[in-house]
């Protein structure tokens, strides 16, 4: 994969992991403003997940690279985006991809003893385009 800079997040936490990743899945965007796109197209989506918090788990890690990989990778790859759950109120949308990715992780990092935040996603849909998304209030 080809070395990404990110616009970083201010936060108050001592700790920042990123994790850059990639899956392939296919979508459509059922809407007449959709154009082109409101008929099934794919993408390699390229990620970058940021998980900052203050406490370590019993291993040393915020969280293990392998998890969060395993955790996207495992449920996005080769599939058609609109046939996943969390796409049936709304259409599979980049902004919206980069919404449900930050609910899935922080609801495995809200499961953890130490309770590390997501504080930011960026997906890549083109390599000329991407959303970021960010969670309004990030507690500490």
Do not use: W
Not at 12 to 39: Q, W
């Amino acid at each position: 994969m080809m070395q990404q800079f990110y616009p970083s997040v201010s936060h108050p936490y001592s700790f920042e992991l990123n994790k850059d990743m990639h899956f392939s899945a296919a979508h459509y965007i059922p809407a007449d403003e959709a154009g082109k796109c409101a008929k099934m197209h794919g993408h390699t989506y390229h990620l970058n997940i940021t998980i900052a918090g203050d406490q370590l788990n019993g291993t040393g890690f915020l969280i293990d690279f392998k998890q969060l990989k395993d955790l996207i990778h495992k449920r996005y790859d080769h599939s058609v985006l609109n046939d996943h759950p969390e796409f049936t109120e709304t259409f599979p949308t980049t902004e919206q991809l980069a919404q449900q990715i930050h609910k899935l992780t922080q609801d495995t990092l809200d499961r953890s003893d130490n309770q590390p935040k997501c504080i930011q996603v960026i997906v890549r849909e083109t390599p000329t385009s991407y959303v970021i998304y960010r969670p309004k209030e990030v507690s500490s």
